[in-house]
């Protein structure tokens, strides 16, 4: 006799058939009735565990946030110097895309973060955090004498997060064609190079 799953494990599953589902057909076509097929329930059943549409995204949005958040934590409390806590954040976050493949087009997705507050809140605090990590790194950096004296730390951290984003679009567009991770390294040392290039003299 099969034991009933419990409600948080059950939860666990809707939340993982979500993610999968988001990353197949992608996030504002993803339906309930997809969601129940997916898992093997009725569609009342998943109003059980969520009651409305949005509060599932919510959870959604709290199962991404605490993935990101987790990975993040060990980047920073695993590397020493600055420049190494910045490659392991860049690496981190590469990483999460890789393992989530749906999680780019879940952040940015216009009409999710238009229709769910509670969800664009949430995704907003995060972003915010990943992009303080990254300036408080490339401030001490800075401050070690390893980056320009014309690069801001605000600047380099806005454009350290467009190089996440642009690689996870051409990883995407390109049907996964390469290895996320090594690629995007390659390309943060070549940022971090000129990161470091000093005011040519005239």
Known sequence: MLR???????????IAAVLDLADR????RLTTNEIAQEVGVTQAAIFRHFPTKAEL???VGDAIADRLECAWQQAVT???SPQARLRALIAAQLQQIGETPALPAILH????NVDNAAL????????????AHLVANLHAMAQAGMMGAGVQ????????TSLVQGIAIRWSLGSRSFDI?????????????????KEMQT
């Open 109 to 112: 997705s216009r009409e999710l």
């Open 153 to 160: 730390p605000k600047d380099a951290a806005v454009l350290l």
């Open 25 to 28: 057909i992608g996030p504002d």
């Open 78 to 80: 695993n590397s020493e």
């Open 181 to 197: 991770v090594p690629e995007g390294m390659r390309l943060l040392e070549v940022q971090l190079v000129l990161f470091a290039r």
């Open 120 to 131: 664009r809140d949430r995704f907003r605090g995060v972003l915010m955090q990943y992009q």
């Open 57 to 59: 995204w919510t959870a």
């Open 4 to 14: 009933r799953k419990s409600a948080e494990d059950r939860k666990t599953e809707i």
